[in-house]
């Protein structure tokens, strides 16, 4: 099939050209319509979309990278749902049949310009976008700056120094998340207390099936695997609460598998309430605290 | 454009039968839903019955004239159900599965106090996570009239299990914070025996809360985390605040 | 082997036929008892496996038992007995509707029978969506039962996979590809027939679940949790394997048909882009489901035999279950929409009046889809505890798939633009498609960018991406499929003024139901949840009203295919919509031989524009095989 010409309005061109209103105007005109409605509502988005605040919020830097992140797709993704919704609500209106006849369109099989055009602009957009995310996912290698979301690391850690942050273990079982502190003993605690403006490093284990750590307003997922230490990193910078969900099916409970009670608190309180759990667990005879734990998947009875 | 052609390859020499195909759509529905509301009332609609908590004629907790009150619940915890003694199931299907008695759904009234006591007959399955050996959430400490190791029947009030190995079931509001480890019958104490628990949690606004045990004790399944712990009314269950 | 042609046996007057009666009567009868036998030996072996391994070899030997009883095994069977069987069903040897109840190698009857096992688990799966959706109407309250509910999603997913798999290369692959390609037969019919008789054993082993206490898992079957289930869970083995089969299967028969026994004249250039579709799809069925079997196979060895494919704590790893099932299940998503990419790429330059623009640009978008989507699967896993140096090139990969992704846009603007656009259903179906993927692959993009991923990962924003794309991309191009070749399959038309109604009625009540769930998953609400944050309950029971809508709608869809088809004697004309193709320019209903002789393609295809309308085919000389 060879590329047709654009058609012109000639007399010898085969097919029978209908007379409607519409479809005799100009190519130019409708591209004009179509380009200039495109631009005004395309403004009009992108400055409503402006106003959206993405969560998940800014209680630590990767949470404020990724409501960024979320906030520019909105923004670009608004021009493009425009344009398409708006080309076909103009192709309806504008290049209907006339009811009764049975008149072909024209010819036009391809435009070679315009498809590498469309080709390369996508690609050039995608493209953007990806190295935005590569971007911010390099910086979290950065041993000191944890600026920027990195999401799970799996087993490697960023950098050597273990010093300038607090590790927290978040182990996952069916059905509650409980969190211990290793630089603290190993205490363990049901509810997960951070102080502000620290470099946290989780480290996210499960004892059975999977499940996912999402501390929300952190901005931190990493799924529990069973015998495996995840890990992922947030950098606190205010305080409030936060919520923790289960972001993995686990089984009957996992909806209920939640605590609203999560803190980010100032540096003194978390020293108080984390010398307070030590001395409340005097009794108890945890195990000693270790990356990964391999229960025993058969128990008693089988 | 063509034409409208052959007639169609099946013979109807009579006009299609409507009557028919009508009887048989009406069939197809009916049996559809016949189908449907077996599976709604057999499967889906399975809630065990709400147990409601009595007002308490002995109070645990002195509530010193706030004008709350206090409610018991009497559950049982056995091994199997078939070996059940206050509250013995016999239509249940699963008659060798752990099992918290009579019911898992509980009702208790807003802003009181809520006494618990489990007759716990199952042996020991031991805590995955030995963090849960110590009671949180409750006021006071737990009390306790059980057999210990040599089968010698002893009573007391304890805020933990020393060892992990010993509880059989725990009894956990993960949204209250409650958790009470409840201890399993030891080897040596004579058959029969039950081991009764009693706690106390205050509970605050209206809401629907889950609980569950902790410990895997759905023997035969992976993580012992399947079976009865993932059925509701056996291991886990509501406690709604009205 | 000696064919049966036209009612009229060629046998010898002294061979024996097989004298087993096989119909779907015997299947299902044979299919029970297989599977009773199945259990009495897998229960006799002895393992410690809570029953699982009775339960898998009853429902494997009950759905061969069914293929048995249907009557793949009478040639096989009677060859190795020394018989002169004929090696398929004659075309007459069942009349009226019960040639549609039992085994028959007309791909115009398959395709037709597919139709409507496909609609049947639509229905079975609709159903368990709205039990879902009833359950959220509280948000603490439990509705029914927490693991109840769990075993609902998971019905309702698995059910819905399988009809996405399958719903148009099943029905319109197989009644249509052949008659697009110019011949009589695809290139195993007994392979079309298989395909077909995988799906009702299937069916009914996921319908079985609810009696052996269901399972747990959603339809991703992440291990350790599905191991941990009881005899639910086989089921889903089971199922699943039997789908996969189907696909393979399916895949094997629509590439060797289209690669092999294309008529001349009909060039890779000159082919439906339907055909397209459906071959790069097949091309993805046949190369991804067996590694889903593998998966399955090794999970059924966990749960019969105590091996730890799967299990960390004795050396396993449950990063193996999810790694093997994302290389099958991204490509299946794929194996969704591609024919959806077809259907819709047909119907707009037809209901257009235009040719297809960017013909070649489209088969390069289909078949880049198809190449991309082997290299892409690990963006599922982003917080799973990959190394990190992995998620740079899922990232690209993923984001780079939007590019073909987005020439179906690209192909349906050039096709729109100046046009003689009528609004059929057909073409409003489509156009709603190209809004509704347009929401779902923008919200792709969102999903496949790693830090924007840490929230949106696992919540229902997920699910909403991907309802949009499956429900509002596949079912809506499976229900335009169904209006605009209804009249060519059953010689009936479907009622214009309802059609639109029904569009209008599901566009908007699926839009409305659908949109809210993004906001809801970046607030912070997990899937496949029974319980969730109080303040998002008004949003919750927005979305279930108007998924009652939505299913009510589907009803009156119903309603509709079921008065055109069985109460409603308006007949179509061979050529309802005057279009340009192949299968319209046959006569309706079509006759049992397509073609007479092999044709000649001489055309184009959507050659509108390009002078008056010509045959698009010249009747050849040569008689046409059977």
Not at chain 3, 74 to 92: E, F, K, N, V
Request: charged share 10%.
């Amino acid at each position: 099939m060879a590329t047709a010409a654009p058609c012109r309005r000639s007399a010898t061109w085969a097919a029978s050209w209908s007379s409607s209103k519409e479809l005799n105007t100009p190519e130019r005109t409708h591209t004009l319509r179509l380009a200039v409605a495109w631009a005004v509502l395309s403004v009009i988005g992108v400055v409503v979309a402006m106003q959206v605040n993405m969560p998940p919020g800014h209680q630590t830097q990767q949470a404020a990278d990724e409501s960024s992140l979320l906030s520019l797709m909105l923004i670009l993704s608004t021009p493009v749902c425009i344009g398409v919704v708006l080309f076909i609500l103009y192709s309806v209106f504008a290049f209907r049949r006339v009811p009764g006849s049975l008149d072909d369109g024209p010819s036009r099989r391809g435009n070679l310009r315009m498809q590498w055009a469309w080709t390369i602009v996508t690609a050039l957009i995608v493209f953007t976008l990806a190295g935005i995310g590569i971007n911010g996912l390099a910086n979290s290698s950065n041993a000191s700056t944890f600026s920027s979301s990195g999401g799970s690391l799996g087993t490697q850690t960023v950098g050597t120094s273990a010093s300038d942050r607090l590790q927290v273990q978040v182990i996952a079982q069916q059905w509650y998340f409980t969190y211990r502190y290793p630089g603290y003993g190993g205490a363990e605690s049901t509810h997960l207390v951070l102080p502000v403006n620290a470099n946290i490093e989780f480290h996210v284990t499960s004892t059975d099936v999977i499940h996912s750590f999402w501390a929300y307003e952190l901005g931190v997922k990493a799924d529990a695997n069973p015998g495996t230490d995840n890990i992922t990193y947030a950098t606190t910078t205010s305080t409030g609460s936060f919520t923790v969900r289960c972001a993995e099916l686990c089984g009957i409970w996992h909806g209920n598998m939640f605590d609203t009670q999560g803190k980010v608190v100032s540096q003194g309180d978390f020293a108080t309430w984390v010398a307070d759990l030590q001395s409340s667990e005097t009794g108890i005879t945890l195990p000693p605290y270790a990356p990964e734990y391999f229960p025993s998947p058969r128990v008693k009875g089988t | 454009m063509r034409a409208v052609t052959l007639p169609r390859n099946v013979s109807d020499s009579s006009s299609p039968k409507y009557g028919n195909r009508a009887v048989v759509l009406v069939l197809v529905v009916a049996t559809l839903v016949v189908f449907l509301a077996v599976f709604f009332a057999r499967f889906v609609e399975t809630f065990p019955y709400t147990l409601t908590s009595e007002v308490a004629s002995q109070p645990r907790v002195v509530l010193a004239g706030t004008g709350g009150t206090e409610t018991v619940i009497h559950l049982e915890t056995v091994g199997s159900i078939s070996s059940a003694i206050d509250f013995p199931k016999p239509n249940d299907p699963n008659q060798d599965w752990v099992s918290y008695l009579p019911t898992t759904t509980f009702k208790v009234p807003a802003n009181s106090v809520v006494t618990v006591v489990i007759d716990q007959e199952d042996s020991a399955s031991g805590l995955r996570n030995p963090f849960w050996s110590k009671a949180q959430g409750i006021i006071g400490p737990f009390h306790m009239k059980y057999f210990d190791q040599n089968g010698n029947p002893q009573e007391g009030d304890f805020t933990q299990l020393d060892d992990a190995s010993t509880p059989a079931h725990t009894f956990g509001i993960p949204d209250l914070g409650v958790f009470v480890p409840l201890l399993g019958i030891s080897d040596a104490a004579p058959a029969g025996s039950i081991n009764q628990i009693t706690f106390s949690f205050r509970v605050g606004k209206a809401g629907t809360y889950h609980w569950q045990c902790f410990v895997p004790c759905g023997s035969g399944t992976i993580y012992g985390n399947g079976g009865p712990m993932q059925t509701l009314g056996y291991m886990g269950g509501f406690l709604v605040v009205q | 082997m000696s064919e049966v042609t036209s009612g009229a046996t060629m046998l010898q007057p002294s061979v024996r036929r097989m004298s087993l009666p096989t119909n779907a009567l015997t299947g299902l009868v044979l299919g029970v008892l297989g599977y009773w036998a199945g259990v009495q030996i897998g229960n006799g072996l002895g393992f410690n496996d809570s029953g699982n391994t009775g339960v898998l070899l009853g429902y494997a030997l009950g759905s061969i038992m069914f293929l048995v009883g249907i009557g793949f095994a009478t040639y096989p069977l009677g060859r190795l007995l020394g018989w002169q069987t004929p090696s398929q069903p004659a075309y007459d040897e069942y009349k009226g509707a019960w040639r549609y109840l039992n085994l028959s190698f007309d791909h115009k009857v398959i395709g037709i029978q597919y139709l409507i096992v496909m609609l049947m688990a639509m229905l079975f799966g609709g159903i368990g969506a709205m039990f879902v959706r009833t359950n959220l109407l509280s948000a603490d309250t439990p509705i029914f039962p927490p693991d109840k509910y769990l075993t609902l999603v998971s019905m309702h997913s698995v059910l819905m996979i399988f009809v996405a798999s399958a719903a148009i290369v099943g029905p319109f692959g197989n009644f249509f590809v052949p008659l697009m390609i110019g011949t009589n037969r695809m290139a195993f019919p007994r392979l079309e027939a298989l395909s077909l008789w995988l799906v009702p054993p299937a069916l009914v082993v996921m319908l079985l679940t609810p009696v052996f206490g269901g399972f747990q898992t959603g339809w991703t079957g992440y291990t350790p949790l599905s191991e941990q289930g009881g005899q639910g869970f086989d089921s889903y083995i089971v199922g699943f394997t039997l789908i996969g089969t189907a696909l393979v299967v399916s895949g094997v028969n629509m590439l060797t048909t289209i690669i092999t026994m294309r008529a001349p004249g009909m060039t890779w250039t000159r082919m439906p882009i339907f055909v397209w579709g459906v071959f790069s799809a097949s091309i993805l069925g046949t190369f991804a489901a067996p590694v889903l079997a593998a998966a399955l196979c090794m999970q059924a060895l966990d749960r019969s035999m105590n091996t730890s494919f799967y299990v960390s704590s004795n050396g396993g790893s449950p990063y193996l279950w999810q790694n093997l099932f994302w290389i099958f299940g991204h490509p299946e998503v794929y194996i969704f929409i591609l024919p959806a990419f077809g259907i819709v790429m047909e119907l707009i330059p037809h209901f257009a009046r235009k040719p297809l623009w960017g013909y070649r640009t489209a088969v390069v978008g289909l078949l880049g889809v198809t190449l991309l989507s082997w290299f892409v699967w690990q963006h599922h896993l982003f917080v799973s505890g990959i190394a990190p140096a992995l998620r740079p090139f899922y990232m690209l990969s993923t984001e780079m798939i939007s590019i073909p992704t987005g020439i179906v846009f690209l192909v349906a603007f050039g096709t729109l633009w100046r046009a003689r656009i009528s609004l059929t259903v057909p073409m409003l179906f489509s156009l709603g498609f190209l809004y509704n993927f347009l929401i779902g692959g923008i919200s792709g993009v969102f999903l496949s960018d790693v830090p924007s991923d840490i929230t949106l990962h696992g919540s229902y924003f997920s699910m909403a991406h991907f309802h949009f794309t499956i429900v509002g991309g596949e079912i809506f191009a499976i229900v335009a499929a169904i209006y605009y070749w209804f009249p060519k399959m059953t010689g009936r038309m479907l009622n214009a003024t309802a059609g639109k109604i029904h569009f209008w009625w599901m566009f908007i009540s699926f839009n409305l139901a659908f949109t809210p769930l993004f906001a809801v998953g970046i607030l912070d609400m997990p899937r496949r949840v029974s319980t969730y944050a109080p303040n998002l309950q008004g949003i919750n029971d927005w979305v279930t009203i108007w998924a009652y809508v939505l299913f009510s709608s589907m009803v009156f869809f119903a309603g509709i295919v079921i008065w055109g088809w069985f109460f409603n004697p308006k007949l179509a004309v061979a050529d309802p919509w005057h279009v340009r193709s192949i299968e319209w320019e046959l006569a309706t209903p079509l006759p049992r031989r397509n073609f007479e002789r092999i044709p000649t393609f001489t055309r184009p295809p959507y050659d509108y524009g390009e002078g008056a309308p010509r045959p698009v085919i010249e009747h050849g000389a040569e008689p046409a095989p059977a």
